[in-house]
Nanobody
Framework: QVQLQESGPGLVKPSQTLSLTCTVS??????????WSWIRQPPGKGLEWIGY???????YYSPSLKSRTSMSRDTSKNQFALQLSSVTPEDTAVYYC???????????WGQGTQVTVSS
């Protein structure tokens, strides 16, 4: 069974870049037809999908965050990463990584990590 674990700084200053890593066990991030997503949930708000990096290494980002988002992967460590630039307090949220395929893009989730943007 696949397991995902988010990690990264819990506090980021405004205008800096938020960087998170998702470590995957129980499944390869290069396995065919799986998509590896980042999602966030600001306090008191709903879930917001940020984007994914596919099994092939291709990426797709939410149009609303595309200009500030970058995703990458380290296949030797079975990890994928999120970078969100020029953060503001509105980027404060619990950030999740997830795996899915086909019709169910977000089938398996990590436990989430709190990121606060504050000076």
């Amino acid at each position: 069974q696949v397991q995902l674990q988010e990690s990264g700084p819990g506090l980021v200053k405004p205008s800096q870049t938020l960087s998170l890593t998702c470590t995957v066990s129980g499944g390869s991030i290069t396995a065919n037809y799986y998509y590896w997503s980042w999602i966030r949930q600001p306090p008191g708000k709903g879930l917001e999908w940020i984007g994914y990096i596919a099994y092939s290494g291709s990426t797709y980002y939410s149009p609303s965050l595309k200009s500030r988002t970058s995703m990458s992967r380290d296949t030797s460590k079975n990890q994928f990463a999120l970078q969100l630039s020029s953060v503001t307090p509105e980027d404060t949220a619990v950030y999740y990584c997830a795996r899915g395929s086909g019709q169910e893009l977000l089938a398996s989730w990590g436990q989430g990590t709190q990121v606060t943007v504050s000076s």
